[in-house]
């Protein structure tokens, strides 16, 4: 079977040098979709016959190989699957979570957190495959890095980019000489086993701006201007013409506050996914009993919804629970919350009852991108907090998917 069944001509092109030159990192970085990940994951089976080679010649009998995830989670899906269901293999862990593959030891450590220095302190590793390297601690990342000191020992990465500044960026792509390291860039349009269908529905379902620029065509850029780009005064509605007979569920989002503004917001949605913001809920320096007021009067009206609140005030969390308020700690993740709120404005299906809201007609405006750290800047977001975590997580909880899972199976809103 050739090559050209298997990869497509960047894979290919990259392949055929990590086979034959000499390198100490690889950095396979880009859009979504692009191959990065099946050809690095490819490229780590052939590095551990590589890495039991090398330690043969050092006399070494059971060399050590790290293979690094954000968590366990993205280990499983990214890599550990893909490559059972490809090559049917059968991977045998022992009670650290590692495993030995051709003759040699594989230690699993997950680099989103610092707490994933403590499996590979210490160890003469020969290589390392790093997968969605810029979701790892920096220091986890650096002690890879040191640990890899084996005859011959090499690191591969995979990535989507992140803003210019990120420290994966500046101390290792932009310092790559094509010998030493060698970074390698993706855009979606490179791999050609997609069909035309399956991009264009792609990009339809990506919002606008960063989230284009670096989805589809892999580029380092920060966001400019307003987040919520793709919010247009046409999305707002009156009271009167919200089609609540088609509303077929009801969730809230919480931001705690005081000094800052708290805010609860309540969200209905229609059988085809569309989201209405019903009602919002915000004030300044009140306490918990205000916030359980407001919440207690919202359950008799809507029912015992969800309330989909910020992790950050524990104790606030559970005086909802203890006042028989079904609240859940919300998934915060920022830049895919976001991302999933922008999607649903492109697609014209996020509503806002416009007599309902106060704050939210200013923050929408207001919420700005911070070029220097690539997130959203911490003011005038209260009101799109809680609206965030509503949305993010009640998508979550009923599609069991992330929205870089949602992007990977974009034509599941055209097909479905």
């Known amino acids: 079977m050739g090559l050209n069944r298997l990869y497509h001509d960047k894979q290919i ?12 990192m690889m950095i396979n970085h880009g859009a979504v979709r692009a191959g990065k990940t099946q050809l690095d994951n490819d490229l780590f089976f052939l590095e551990l016959r590589r890495a039991k080679k090398n330690a043969m010649k050092d006399g070494v009998e059971t060399p050590m190989y790290i293979l690094g995830a954000t968590s366990g989670g993205t280990l499983q899906t990214n890599i550990l699957r893909e490559l059972s269901d490809k090559y049917g293999i059968d991977f045998k862990f022992d009670k650290h979570g590692n495993f030995m593959l ?3 030891y594989v230690v699993t450590t997950f680099t989103g957190s610092i707490a994933g220095l403590r499996s590979i302190r210490g160890m003469t590793a020969y290589g390392a495959y790093i997968n969605e390297a810029t979701l790892a601690n920096k220091e986890v990342f650096d002690e890879i890095r040191k640990r890899c000191s084996g005859s011959g020992a090499r690191i ?6 992140d803003h210019p500044n990120h420290w994966l960026k500046v101390d290792y792509i932009d310092k790559a000489d094509g010998k030493s390291i060698i970074a390698n860039h993706f855009t979606v349009f490179d791999n ?3 069909n035309q269908r399956y991009i264009d529905n792609l990009i339809a379902t990506t919002p606008s701006g960063m989230f284009t620029e670096r989805g589809i065509y892999g580029r380092w850029v920060s966001g400019e201007g307003a987040v919520y780009r793709e919010f247009t005064k046409d999305m707002y509605m009156s009271s009167q013409s919200l089609p609540v007979a088609e509303l077929v569920g009801y969730y809230a989002g919480v931001d705690w506050g005081y000094d800052h503004y708290g805010a609860i917001v309540v969200c209905g949605e229609t059988s085809d996914g569309s989201v209405y913001l019903l009602e919002e809920h915000s004030a300044r320096h009140q306490e918990i009993e205000y916030w359980v007021a407001v919440a207690k009067d ?4 809507y029912g015992n919804i969800p309330f989909y609140a910020d992790s950050a ?3 606030h969390v559970a005086r909802f629970r203890r006042e028989r308020l079904n609240c859940i700690n919300g998934n915060k993740s920022i830049l895919s919350g976001i991302e999933q709120v922008a999607l649903l404005m492109k697609q014209g299906r996020f509503f806002v009852c416009q007599d309902k809201v106060a704050r939210f007609k200013d923050e929408v405006y207001q919420y700005v991108w911070n070029e220097k750290t690539g997130q959203p800047d911490k003011h005038d977001d209260d009101v799109l907090d809680a609206l965030r ?3 993010y997580t009640h998508y979550v909880v009923r599609h069991g998917s992330t929205t870089k899972e949602r ?3 974009a034509s599941y809103y055209f097909g479905r």
Do not use: M
Not at 13 to 24: F, T
Not at 156 to 161: A, G, H, K, L, S
């Open 13 to 24: 092109s990259i392949l055929k040098r990590a086979l034959h030159e000499d390198w100490y």
């Open 102 to 104: 051709f003759g040699v």
């Open 156 to 161: 591969i990465c995979d990535t989507n980019p």
């Open 192 to 194: 050609t086993f997609l």
């Open 298 to 301: 919202v359950k008799q009206r």
């Open 313 to 315: 005030r524990p104790e």
């Open 389 to 391: 975590y509503a949305i």
């Open 407 to 409: 992007l990977a199976n």
